[in-house]
């Protein structure tokens, strides 16, 4: 029996979550909560063991299986992204899907073509959004959408309508981020509506857009010059700006606060609406304490991590029990204090 195993890492965001849905510049991060998805071939399709109707998986793998045309698998799955959290985990599960149904029937299973894919299951299911979540899982590590770079950090570009994306690799100097999550879930696709409905009635919010792009582009150049404070302050202002834009909460906004004597600065980090935030700290255990004083859970977070990776095995039943078993000593999106 064949089986193919792949995983892909969630993200956070430095600067320009909703902006570069227009296609402003943005940094992003992958980080070591990964998704792990296991398939093989099957008379119908089964997820964790549980016969699935296609209708009833999620949208992503449904865009994925249709667009592939493979015949029903079953899918083991062992998500250690937080949903709805802000931290990427419907663009880390399109990847690692992409990556093993590729892989089963013989597609190319390099980062771009999965980001690709990915992203347009991400757009099919949301309706909306950028390539952003979709290339920093493939990518790893950590990408730049639309900033000025060398040719030989260019990943690839994506279009979408009028919108286009320029995806380029970046060097960030070593920094350590603590995520604070509000436990409150938020879908994104409902978050960029608003935010696209704000921005289209109101001329204040276009200019928030335009300024959030320009926050995005200084901390470009305050990581090149490895300033943390200018990184920070723009991290605390971009954060002022999205909550201006009406995509943040009081509980983001408190254990923004809260974090910000500890941290050279802090802001949520996604869509908003609840999931999370991240500050960049020397401090991550103050950091941490400070999150949970206000609610939240603090999972201080690697970078540095590999992106979309993908292995085809032949194997039989005890292959599939070691995989759970190593699975379960991989990060959950729990605590990491
Ligand atoms: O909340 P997440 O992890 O889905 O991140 C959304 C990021 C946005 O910029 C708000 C949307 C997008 O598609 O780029």
Not at 20 to 31: N, Q
Not at 52 to 63: G, K, Q, T
Not at 132 to 139: E, L, Y
């Amino acid at each position: 029996m064949t089986y193919v195993s792949a995983s892909a890492p969630g993200k956070f965001v430095i600067l320009g979550e909703h902006s570069v849905v227009y296609g402003k510049p943005a940094i992003s991060v992958a980080m070591n909560m990964r998704f792990s998805i296991r398939v093989k071939r099957s008379d119908r399709y089964m997820v964790n063991n549980q016969p699935a109707a296609p209708y009833n998986m999620s949208p992503h793998m449904r865009y994925i299986s249709d667009k592939i045309g493979t015949s029903p698998v079953s899918i083991y799955v062992d998500g250690r992204v937080p949903s709805g959290s802000g931290l990427g985990s419907s663009a880390a599960l399109s990847n690692a899907y992409a990556a093993a149904i590729s892989c089963l029937e013989g597609l190319p299973t390099d980062e771009e073509s999965i980001a690709r894919l990915a992203y347009e299951a991400e757009y099919a299911a949301q309706g909306r959004g950028s390539p952003m979540d979709t290339s920093a899982s493939a990518h790893g590590h950590a990408i730049a959408l639309n900033v000025p770079y060398d040719d030989e950090d260019f990943l690839w570009h994506i279009d979408n309508g009028e919108r286009s994306w320029d995806i380029s690799k970046i060097d960030v100097p070593e920094m350590h981020f603590v995520i604070g999550n509000t436990g409150i879930k938020a879908a994104t696709g409902p978050l960029v509506e608003k935010v696209r409905e704000y921005t289209e009635s109101s001329r204040f919010a276009s200019e928030i857009i335009e300024e959030l792009g320009d926050v995005a582009l200084d901390g470009m150049k305050a990581m090149k010059n490895n300033d943390l404070e200018e990184l920070g302050a723009l991290m605390t202002y971009d954060h002022r700006l999205l909550s201006i834009l009406g995509v943040s909460c009081n509980e983001l906004n408190h254990m923004v606060d809260a974090v910000l004597p500890y941290s050279y600065g802090a802001k949520l980090t996604g869509s908003g609406g609840g999931g999370c935030m991240v500050a960049l700290t020397d401090r991550p255990d103050k950091v941490s304490k400070e999150i949970r004083a206000h609610g939240g859970t603090p999972y201080i977070v690697k970078t540095g991590v590999p992106g979309v990776t993908v292995k085809m095995r032949e194997g039989d039943g005890r292959n599939r029990r070691r995989w759970r078993q190593k699975k379960k000593g991989a990060p959950t999106g729990k605590s990491k204090e």
